[in-house]
């Protein structure tokens, strides 16, 4: 399982969980929000790493060319994300 704040920036949980107690946190629970991350493969005319239809008033920042976005589609079309990657709730204490 790993942290995902963009893909690419994907992290291994226990790796995580290290170098939180290396920057001096304590206490460190790491716990899976349970949200099904295949949601973001099923956004209608998705062109950027926003779905436009987000509907917050932000601009969609395009991070990839359409070519990369129909490969991951193809991809999210054969994988479970879920059975790779988490949303997760992280909690720690820094005395």
Known sequence: MAYVGCVAG?????????????????????IDAGKD???YSKVAGQSGCRSPSMG???????CCSSEVHNELGELLARYNVN???ASVRVFAVKP
């Not at 790796?15 to 629970?29: C, H, I, N, Q, T």
């Open 10 to 30: 994907a992290i291994l949980i226990d790796d995580y969980r290290k170098w939180l107690a290396a920057a001096g946190f304590s206490s460190v629970e790491i």
């Open 37 to 39: 991350l295949n949601a």
């Open 56 to 62: 917050d008033g932000l601009p969609v920042v395009s």
């Open 83 to 85: 059975d790779y990657a």
